[in-house]
């Protein structure tokens, strides 16, 4: 019995026994990856998506604000948040992602987060619309400086010495943007004396105000996020879902009760020889910003939160770039340097958070809530650096 054991055993690995020689078995072959499971899970694919949806939905809200009298902000935000439901709807029906059901408990619960979400992307809006995307995606940081601070005092952070030299940078950065916008517009215009320079300077004035309020009511939106989300566990379509559907209806009251509806009006803003390019543009962005979400959550997914975290300060620059491309932002040496201190201000403050996150857990500063909306990219990427 054991000779026929052994026997046995000496055939399954030789084979079959034909004459004197053995008959190998032939190997089954192992099926190859398909072609789409290797796009899905190299993560060059996934980078370059969020990079690029990211600046494709900037560009598209700065060429619709950016029209001499474009005034239907409430409007363009509301447009953007339907087309943002009706694409997160489209693929939940085909089973690509998933959120939850409508609640109102729940809706009742984040109605003040979404509210919130409302002063944020108007602010934002309004800011983009009278500022440059480099100078506009510099003063962003700013934002991250309220929040750290928010965190500390409501949260117990706390704020390294290497968190605090990317605070100083971000501060320089921004600094040195308006310095450089304001010398851009006095040397265009003629100086002091021409009243086109100071309407000029006028114009950026208030965009830097506006540009304050949208970096504290960003904050504010974050921050509240982060105390509300742990009363109703939402994961990031689930956010994207309700911050869209309850700020629809504040959107639409506004636009109808603080904007001018007129048949005037309405032909200053969409006049006929760009009413299609404008109408494809607000609905490109809104969809933007679905792939925003989706492309995020793919980075997370096939690298890691960490290299996400870095591409998100990475993204600083094209999305800077995209603006002096496609608009006529001033290339001067102080943008570009105002550019090249903000991007590495971001680099830095990653750097600061890896290492903070490394230590025993004492109360340090997490990462940034990220901002899920039809309209805020720009959030969504200041909170990413």
Not at 17 to 34: L, S
Not at 322 to 328: A, E, K, P, R
Request: proline share 5%; net charge positive; charged share 15%.
């Amino acid at each position: 019995m054991a000779d026929d054991k052994k026997r046995d055993d000496f055939e399954l690995e030789m084979g079959e026994r034909n004459g004197n020689t053995f008959d190998q078995k032939p190997t089954v072959p192992r099926p190859a990856a398909p072609p789409i499971a290797s796009v899905v899970n190299n993560p060059v694919f996934p980078i370059l998506s969020y990079c690029g949806s990211s600046i494709l939905m900037t560009v598209m809200n700065k060429y619709v604000l950016s029209g001499l009298d474009f005034n239907l902000n409430f409007f363009l935000l509301c447009v953007q948040g339907l087309v943002c439901i009706a694409a997160i709807g489209t693929c939940k029906s085909l089973g690509i992602i998933t959120y939850r059901d409508f609640n109102s408990d729940e809706a009742r619960k984040w109605f003040p987060i979404s509210f919130l979400l409302v002063g944020m992307i108007y602010t934002g809006t309004k800011a983009l619309q009278f500022l440059s995307i480099p100078v506009y995606t510099i003063f962003k940081n700013l934002t991250i400086i309220i929040i750290a601070y928010g965190e500390v005092l409501w949260f117990g952070g706390s704020v390294t010495g290497l968190t605090l030299f990317s605070f100083g940078l971000m501060v320089l950065s921004s600094v040195i943007a308006a310095w450089a916008d304001i010398q851009h517009a006095l040397q265009s215009y003629g100086g002091t004396t021409s009243a086109e320079a100071s309407s000029k300077i006028s114009t950026l004035n208030a965009g830097y105000m506006w540009m304050l309020v949208n970096c504290f009511c960003t904050a504010g939106y974050v921050l509240g996020m982060r105390k509300r989300i742990k009363l109703t566990n939402f994961k990031d379509f689930d956010t994207m879902f309700y911050n869209n559907l309850l700020s629809i209806p504040v959107l639409l009251l506004c636009s109808l009760f603080l904007e001018n509806w007129s048949s005037t009006n309405v032909a200053k803003n969409f006049p006929i020889d760009q009413r299609n390019s404008i109408i494809f543009a607000m609905v490109i962005s809104g969809l933007a910003s679905v792939f925003i979400s989706y492309t995020s959550a793919w980075c997370v997914r096939v690298t890691s939160s960490t290299t996400y975290s870095m591409v998100g300060s990475l993204n600083k620059l094209p999305i800077a770039i995209s603006g002096l491309i496609f608009f006529d932002a001033p290339v001067t040496i102080p943008s570009v340097s105002a550019i090249t201190i903000g991007f590495v201000s971001g680099i830095v403050y990653t750097m600061a958070k890896f290492k903070q996150s490394e230590k025993p857990k004492t109360g340090g500063l997490p990462p940034p809530v990220q901002a899920m909306s039809a309209s805020s990219q720009s959030a969504r990427d200041s909170l990413k650096s």
